[in-house]
């Protein structure tokens, strides 16, 4: 692998993708550039935007980083790609087509799964999550090993296409859908920012490949101080309150001078809760919900980090100093600097 710190030659080769083996078939040579976009929020992760000079078909392409360092060639995916919609430009010379492309997790948003499709109550949630992802799209898909059983008779909406009803059933293990650099299917288990290890540090020392300007977004409007819980169980109301008056926190009722109050009414609970369990319930809640998001963009040269990775900042001149955030977001532009622009956010504790 090259040292992402020193100076290297960038260049990129794309090849069309058999999307029953997934191997390279044939190098694509008319492909002028290409950028590509990563968003965890987004329902298949991501697209590419692909300028040639001449139209392709429906197809699979893998992008592939090559780099030269110190006389050693090395080449690394960034992604396989569905190609689809085309637009084209002529400036009077050349003609440029642009066509976007998407994560092989398109396919599962193309087709609908029977009506009344039903997953039984204490089977296997992401044994059936692996198979059904299998059979409804063509990329390689990598089987996960979880123990979490149904609670109830798990039925398709008259809506649902194979993705949404697939991604709510593997919710339900905490698991979402992931995909590694060749474009093959993986489930990622939910986990929060501080049981993670980053895979990265970004710092400003002499070997950074971070940019120096670094933007923050956060915002406490709305934490609450307050939470009310509302049980209803057959008529009878249970509820409790708990209540944040601590003055050294920020949001507390004496910080801010006044209740924010959120009400739960979805709490679960084996039958009649008593007041203990009312009263944790609640107070487990405030503690959740005493947190702020920040949200930091910034750029730096590439690496291996990719969204969903947890990465360390160091960078105190900002006011960053060891800050672990996972990264959502995440825009590549395929040339000679490649220049990666990055959303990562983090959550403080502001009570608890």
């Not at 592939?64 to 992604?79: C, D, K, W």
Request: charged share 20%; proline share 5%.
């Amino acid at each position: 692998m090259p040292d992402w710190t020193k100076s290297m030659q960038r260049t990129f080769e794309y090849y069309v993708v058999d999307p029953i083996t997934w191997k390279d078939t044939q190098r694509i040579d008319t492909i002028i550039s290409s950028s590509i976009s990563w968003d965890l929020s987004a329902d298949t992760l991501g697209s590419a935007s692909i300028n040639v000079n001449n139209l392709l078909g429906e197809c699979y392409i893998r992008i592939y980083l090559i780099t030269l360092q110190n006389g050693v060639r090395e080449r690394r995916s960034l992604g396989t790609f569905l190609i689809q919609t085309p637009s084209s430009s002529f400036d009077g010379k050349y003609r440029t087509i642009q066509i976007d492309a998407y994560t092989p997790l398109i396919e599962l948003k193309e087709n609908y799964p029977p009506l009344g499709y039903t997953v039984l109550k204490n089977e296997n949630i992401m044994t059936n999550v692996y198979a059904l992802t299998r059979t409804n799209l063509r990329a390689p898909v990598i089987e996960p090993t979880n123990d979490k059983t149904l609670e109830y008779n798990y039925t398709t909406n008259q809506d649902d296409t194979w993705f949404s009803y697939i991604s709510d059933l593997m919710a339900m293990a905490n698991f979402s859908f992931d995909l590694d650099e060749i474009g093959r299917i993986l489930f990622a288990p939910k986990q929060r920012i501080e049981e993670m290890s980053p895979v990265w540090t970004f710092t400003t020392d002499n070997s950074s490949i971070l940019t120096p300007s670094v933007s923050m977004d956060h915002d406490i409007y709305g934490i609450p101080n307050v939470i009310e819980v509302v049980y209803n169980l057959d008529g009878h109301i249970y509820t409790a309150k708990a209540i944040n008056n601590d003055p050294l926190s920020p949001i507390s009722t004496i910080s801010r001078g006044r209740e924010i109050t959120k009400r739960i009414t979805n709490a679960s609970f084996n039958g009649i809760p008593t007041t203990g369990m009312l009263d944790e319930y609640a107070s487990k809640a405030l503690k959740e919900y005493s947190k702020v998001s920040y949200k930091l963009s910034y750029s730096h040269a590439y690496c291996p980090v990719r969204i969903g990775d947890c990465v360390r900042i160091d960078y105190p001149e900002a006011g960053l100093s060891n800050i672990k955030a996972r990264v959502t977001n995440q825009s590549i532009t395929c040339d000679a600097a490649m220049t990666v622009s990055e959303t990562a956010e983090y959550s403080v504790k502001l009570w608890g």
